[in-house]
């Protein structure tokens, strides 16, 4: 009796340990007042918050018509998700992180025809969004280049864009399909040179240059890029004739 009041107490004391229960998991199922399936989730019992819905989770119309499918993360969507029309067909597929909208995602009509497709922030629509009316084509009025949920300019295959930048700074760049892509030119209000380099899909690649309001290049920021991200600096000598200037858009620099 005392080896066994003992191995109780020690299976207590794990359990205040590891924060968890001999059911730590479980699946639920709701119906609609007529009995037909709402939704079915799998669940985990989390320390302080209960149970939260984790894993697989579909759900259902009264009809009996899917209305969406995909996973949570301690309570949060997450990952890839579908929803549905009442017909069966997709209605809008995408990724979750954290309980948003993040990555790419496609819209659909009713009839299976594509509606939109782009990338989402945080819950917001960012970067290059193409929208298409009923017939198919390209509806060139919600059709554009978006930030923080807000078409800022509009969707053209090529051309050479010029907008400020933070603190005066003016940029010329070259675009196509609504992304910076090849050569940008930066300077400041004085006129000074403040960047130059190369774009990929919208992204610093291959060697910049940055210089600071008084004509010295900036050993911080110049460098090579790759994927927008410096992975190394610049050689002096390089950096001493400006990096970048000696490197063509579309070169093997990119």
């Given at each position: 009796?005392?080896?066994?009041?003992?191995?109780?107490?020690?299976?207590?004391?794990?359990?205040?340990?590891?924060?968890?229960?001999?059911?730590?998991?479980?699946t639920?199922?709701?119906?609609?007042?007529?009995?037909?399936?709402?939704?079915?989730?799998?669940?985990?019992?989390?320390?302080?918050?209960?149970?939260?819905?984790?894993?697989?989770?579909?759900?259902?119309?009264?009809?009996?018509?899917?209305?969406?499918?995909?996973?949570?993360?301690?309570?949060?969507?997450?990952?890839?998700?579908?929803?549905?029309?009442?017909n069966?067909?997709?209605?809008?597929?995408?990724?979750?992180?954290?309980?948003?909208?993040?990555?790419?995602?496609?819209?659909?009509l009713?009839?299976?025809?594509?509606?939109a497709?782009?990338?989402?922030?945080?819950?917001?629509?960012?970067?290059?969004w193409?929208?298409?009316?009923?017939?198919?084509?390209?509806?060139?009025?919600?059709?554009?280049?978006?930030?923080?949920?807000?078409r800022?300019?509009?969707?053209?295959?090529?051309?050479?864009?010029?907008?400020?930048?933070?603190?005066?700074?003016?940029?010329?760049?070259?675009?196509?399909?609504?992304?910076?892509?090849?050569?940008?030119v930066?300077?400041?209000?004085?006129?000074?040179?403040?960047?130059?380099?190369?774009?990929?899909?919208?992204?610093?690649?291959?060697?910049?240059?940055?210089?600071?309001?008084?004509?010295?290049?900036?050993?911080?920021m110049?460098?090579?890029y790759?994927?927008?991200?410096?992975?190394?600096?610049?050689?002096?000598?390089?950096?001493?004739?400006?990096?970048?200037?000696?490197?063509?858009?579309?070169?093997?620099?990119?």
């Amino acid at each position: 009796m005392k080896h066994h009041w003992h191995a109780l107490g020690l299976a207590a004391a794990l359990t205040l340990i590891c924060g968890c229960t001999a059911q730590s998991n479980r699946t639920t199922v709701a119906t609609f007042s007529n009995g037909a399936l709402k939704h079915e989730a799998e669940e985990v019992l989390i320390a302080d918050a209960g149970w939260l819905r984790h894993g697989r989770f579909e759900s259902w119309r009264e009809d009996g018509s899917k209305e969406a499918q995909g996973h949570y993360q301690q309570g949060k969507k997450n990952g890839s998700w579908t929803f549905y029309f009442p017909n069966g067909s997709a209605r809008e597929q995408g990724a979750f992180a954290h309980g948003e909208k993040n990555g790419p995602w496609k819209h659909w009509l009713e009839n299976g025809e594509l509606a939109a497709q782009g990338s989402y922030l945080s819950d917001l629509a960012e970067g290059v969004w193409v929208y298409f009316d009923p017939s198919g084509a390209v509806d060139s009025e919600l059709t554009g280049v978006y930030e923080n949920g807000q078409r800022i300019s509009s969707w053209f295959e090529k051309g050479i864009r010029s907008g400020t930048l933070n603190s005066g700074i003016k940029q010329q760049a070259e675009y196509s399909h609504g992304l910076r892509n090849g050569r940008a030119v930066s300077t400041y209000p004085s006129g000074e040179p403040q960047a130059e380099g190369n774009y990929e899909n919208g992204l610093r690649t291959g060697p910049w240059t940055f210089w600071n309001r008084d004509g010295q290049v900036d050993p911080e920021m110049s460098g090579l890029y790759r994927l927008h991200v410096r992975v190394a600096p610049l050689s002096e000598t390089s950096a001493g004739q400006g990096g970048a200037q000696n490197d063509s858009p579309g070169s093997g620099s990119r």
